[in-house]
């Protein structure tokens, strides 16, 4: 692809423009992080001219040819001309753009976000253009914004420095928090929202960074006031001594971080740990001196489904977390119970992902006097999980079993379909368990 880009730069050069790489791959480039995905911003050509350069390399796919925008079929490589934006209105998409193709290398680089984005690299010299002191800012992991107001005017770069923020381990600075204060995130679209989300969830270091740096730009009032509200709800010290809700979230959400690779479901799985005590805000109560939130698992089914309706509109992704958050207090509770077979075999079959559900219970597991999280009751878990997992491969009662014993189907067939499969989880063989469907089906009728 390095051939690609060269090619392309070199033509551009032979009819008196310059290629320049830009935005993100220039800063990962510093920071020594592989990106994949690489912008090319070229100067001094015309729009036609830029055109007939990349026939000349590849198939060019626009996908904005107006702002002089394109890609190249079979590669990661965009291309675009620098342009001139002005907002008429409060959204993310809402700019009035034009294709500037003389413009100078500073004005355009002016447009971008943040500083440590708006380094430019020569692609045949190599030569750094920093205008705006982009790499000092990464030297000192500092996140700072290139124009004030330029910035104001597209209410998602918000979002975005919160986002850089948990990914790289970067401040944000003082001046940036402040001016981030006071834009308007409400004209933002869910998917816009949602996909600088899923960038801190999937992609954070510290997924809590991307919060925390909202709370303070005073932003979570809009997109995450379940969050907002549980920074006032206090928890039992005796289990929860890092304090209130919002610090046991945060805590649980670094930690799962560390099992993203691990599960069946990485976004939903950080959405669970986000979510699963948002029950709290409304079941916390003080009894007898404690402080109490009795069935905060089944209570905060509402409140998480108002929250994921409000980001996402993935069916999959909020069916996932509505049926673990009821269960998210179950493993640790049935491996310091030590339960039986059965009880963890209902368990696990209820889960969406039974594995998942033990990785949450390692997250979630509270840690007093310096205990490992990452320890204690998941071996026995595990082994459960195996056991569960032998029991659903062995054969068991079906449909077709009843029928062809001479049970007509009916009404009262899913239910009598129930009762089996509790046999089967109860680890009764295929052969007793159909004696004893039998049985209960007879009673029935």
Known sequence: M??????????????????????????????????????????????????????????????????????????????????????????????????????????AARRRDFTMNALMEDVLTGEIVDHFGGRQDIQDRVIRDVDDESFAEDPLRVLRGAQFASRF??????????????????????????????????????????????????????????????????????????????????????????YRERVSDPYSFMLLAMTHDFGKISTTEIIDGRIHAYGHETEGLPIAEKFLRRITGETAVIDYVLNMLPLHMKPNMVAYSKSAVKVTNRMFDEAASPSDLIYFSMCDKPVLSGDDPFEGDSGFLFERLKVYEETMAKPYVKGQDLIDAGLEPGPYFSEVLEYAHKLRLAGIDKENALKQTLSYARKMQ
């Open 169 to 258: 381990g970067f401040t944000v600075a003082p001046e940036t928090v402040e001016l981030c204060k006071g834009i308007d995130l409400s004209a933002l679209s869910r998917e816009r929202v949602e996909e600088e989300l899923k960038k801190a969830l999937l992609k954070g270091k510290k997924p809590s960074v991307f919060f925390e740096v909202l709370r303070e730009m005073d932003q979570l009032d809009i997109w995450f006031p379940e969050l907002k509200s549980c920074i006032e709800v206090q928890q039992d010290p005796k289990f929860h001594p890092e304090g209130n809700v919002w610090n046991h979230s945060m805590e649980v959400l670094d930690r799962a971080a560390a």
């Open 2 to 107: 390095e051939k690609t880009e060269k090619k392309i730069a070199e033509l551009v050069s032979a009819d008196g423009g310059r290629a320049y790489y830009v935005g993100g791959f220039v800063r990962d480039k510093i920071l020594g992080i592989e990106n994949k995905d690489v912008d090319i911003e070229v100067y001094g050509i015309m729009p036609d001219r830029l055109l007939e350069i990349l026939k000349k390399v590849g198939e060019p796919l626009s996908f904005g040819s107006s702002f002089g925008i394109y890609s190249l079929k079979g590669t990661h490589i965009d291309i675009a001309m620098p342009r001139k934006e002005h907002a008429t209105g409060r959204g993310h998409r809402d700019f009035e753009v034009c294709v500037d193709p003389f413009s100078d290398t500073k004005s």
